[in-house]
Each structure stands twice: as structure tokens, then as C-alpha cells.
């Protein structure tokens, strides 16, 4: 069965930095888009961006460029987020979502776990 | 970027009623709507996408539809784990935006 197992929860310090993955089972990881989503606590869903699992090219959604960064190890299936510089708001659960199309429908029909992503002094 | 309104914020219904949730678009989204249900403490789960296209697995008490901007989600025959939290979402351009979420709860 389709799954998306992401790593576990992180506590960092402001100006730290983080890596967030995602390992895909269950279908071919290079045949559809894989897209990041920000839940901060107790609010709505915002998207990040995607990533072309084939090509590697990442799309990011204007909020989200500068300190973050999609990134892929295909031949383990996995996708990664990095976020550089932290800030107190980037507290937040995120998500890997995968995309039923390579190019991108901008529809999430598999879900990672998320992952908590605590940033205090 | 468009936004999506949706409402109601919170929702109250008993066992067995139908409930409708909405979602305005600011723009023609060309039925490009989606809809998640979200368990506390879990991942979205994708309930219906082009505005009214059921994704597989999904119970058919489930429903969607449009009527321009407008978008609406029906959950027929309400059961007790429907009472859980869910989101509209445009997938017609970036970025990609979404309501603001329903909270539905059993009376």
C-alpha cells in the first residue's frame, strides 16, 4: 500500500537549522509530484511548493523562498525539506503530500504523518 | 493569490442529519476545488477533488458540488467520525490556497 513516512518530531533553537524527510513505499517515486504543506499549531493548511520527482525541479510558493529547500534522494524514495536561519513563526507540523500527477495537479491524495517542528530559545 | 472563504467556521449536528460546508472562490477556480477531512492530531485525507469527484475509498454519503465560485461539500446521513475538521483547497493555480476549515461537531 501506498505510504509516506516521514522522520520524527525536532526541537531547534532561532538561526538553526533543519531536515525534514519523507520516504515514499508503495509506488514509483519518480512518477508523481510531491508537494510540502505548513500546519502552524491550532491553524490552517498553507502550501509551500513542489517538487518534480523526476526532473528534481522545485516550484516554491512566494513565503517560502529564501530558507527552504525541496530537495530528493530518488534512489531511496525520499524527499526532503530544508529550512535554513529558523525563526519562532516556522513552528509548525509539515507535510509531504503526494500529487497524482508528475507535473502536478495541485491535488493531495497521500499524506505523510508530519512532522513537528519546535523552534524556542 | 485567491482566496477561499469558507464557512461555516464551526458546525453543530446531530446523528443522521445532512450538513453542507461551503467555500467561495474570490475567482473562477473552473471547478479546480477540492476538499480534506482532517482527524485531530492526524494528516488530511482527501475527500473529493474537481469539485465533485469522489476520491476511491471515500464513503458515498460524501458529496460535491459547484454553482459558480461556490462550492460546496454535503455529508449525508452524518456519522460520529464524521465530526472532525474539514478544509476546501483551489488546485487551479498558485499557489495553491485553502479555506480557512470547518470544525464540525455532534450535538
Known amino acids: 500500500q501506498i505510504q509516506l513516512v516521514q522522520s520524527g518530531p525536532e526541537l531547534k533553537k532561532p538561526g538553526e537549522s533543519v531536515k525534514i524527510s519523507c520516504k515514499a513505499s508503495g509506488y514509483t517515486f519518480t512518477d508523481y509530484a510531491m508537494h510540502w504543506v505548513k500546519q502552524a499549531p491550532g491553524k490552517g493548511l498553507k502550501w509551500m511548493g513542489w517538487?518534480?520527482?523526476?526532473?528534481?525541479?522545485?516550484t516554491y510558493a512566494d513565503d517560502f523562498k529564501g530558507r527552504f529547500v525541496f530537495s530528493l534522494e530518488a534512489s531511496a524514495s525520499t524527499a526532503n525539506l530544508q529550512i535554513s536561519n529558523l525563526k519562532n513563526e516556522d513552528t509548525a507540523t509539515y507535510f509531504c503530500a503526494r500529487d497524482p500527477r508528475l507535473t502536478t495537479e495541485g491535488i493531495f491524495d497521500y499524506w505523510g504523518q508530519g512532522v513537528m517542528v519546535t523552534v524556542s530559545s | 493569490d485567491i482566496q477561499m472563504t469558507q464557512s461555516p467556521a464551526s458546525l453543530s449536528a446531530s446523528l443522521g442529519e445532512t450538513v453542507t460546508i461551503e467555500c467561495l472562490a474570490s475567482?473562477?477556480?473552473?471547478?479546480?476545488l477540492a476538499w480534506y477531512q482532517q482527524k485531530p492530531g492526524k494528516s488530511p485525507q482527501l475527500l473529493i477533488y474537481?469539485?465533485?469527484s469522489l476520491q476511491d475509498g471515500v464513503p458515498s454519503r460524501f458529496s460535491g458540488s459547484e454553482s459558480g465560485t461556490q462550492y460546496s461539500l454535503e455529508i449525508n446521513s452524518l456519522q460520529s467520525e464524521d465530526a472532525v475538521t474539514y478544509f476546501c483547497?483551489?488546485?487551479?493555480?498558485?499557489?495553491?490556497?485553502f479555506g480557512a476549515g470547518t470544525k464540525l461537531e455532534l450535538k
Open positions: 517538487i518534480n520527482t523526476y526532473t528534481g525541479k522545485p
Open positions: 483547497q483551489q488546485h487551479h493555480d498558485y499557489p495553491y490556497t
Open positions: 474537481d469539485a465533485s
Open positions: 475567482e473562477d477556480i473552473y471547478s479546480n
